[in-house]
Nanobody
C-alpha cells in the first residue's frame, strides 16, 4: 500500500477532525500531494493541495478558511486539519500523490490514490 489515509469518523457540526495519509517515501518525497473527497452520488471534488516542500498550497472554494493541508516530509505523511465542519463536508476523503512536485487541483495530474477515509458530519 503506497498511500494509507486515516482519521475519518463521525463528528458533530462545528467540530474538527484531522486526517492523515501515510505514504511510501518513493511517491511522497518529491511529489505534490492533495486531498479530494467524494460524497454519495456526487463527482470527486478537489479539497486541497500543496507542493513537495509544503510552501505552496491552495484550497477548494468550499473549504477555504476552514481546512489546512500540511505535510511532514520526515515522516512521509500528509495531513488535513478540518475545522468548523458542516454536514456538507460528509464524504469519503482521498489522499493522492501528484505526477509532479507542484500543487494541483486536477485529478488527472495525480498518479497514486489512497483508499479513502469516511468523514460523517451530523447536524
Amino acid at each position: 500500500v503506497q498511500l494509507q489515509a486515516s482519521g475519518g469518523g463521525l463528528v458533530q457540526a462545528g467540530g474538527s477532525l484531522r486526517l492523515s495519509c501515510a505514504a511510501s517515501k518513493r511517491i511522497f518525497s518529491n511529489n505534490g500531494m492533495g486531498w479530494f473527497r467524494q460524497a454519495p452520488g456526487k463527482e470527486r471534488e478537489f479539497v486541497a493541495a500543496l507542493n513537495w516542500r509544503g510552501g505552496d498550497m491552495f484550497y477548494g472554494d468550499s473549504v477555504k478558511g476552514r481546512f489546512t493541508i500540511s505535510r511532514d516530509n520526515a515522516k512521509n505523511t500528509l495531513y488535513l486539519q478540518m475545522n468548523n465542519l458542516t454536514p456538507e463536508d460528509t464524504a469519503v476523503y482521498y489522499c493522492a500523490a501528484a505526477l509532479s512536485s507542484h500543487a494541483t487541483g486536477r485529478t488527472d495530474r495525480y498518479r497514486y490514490w489512497g483508499q479513502g477515509t469516511l468523514v460523517t458530519v451530523s447536524s
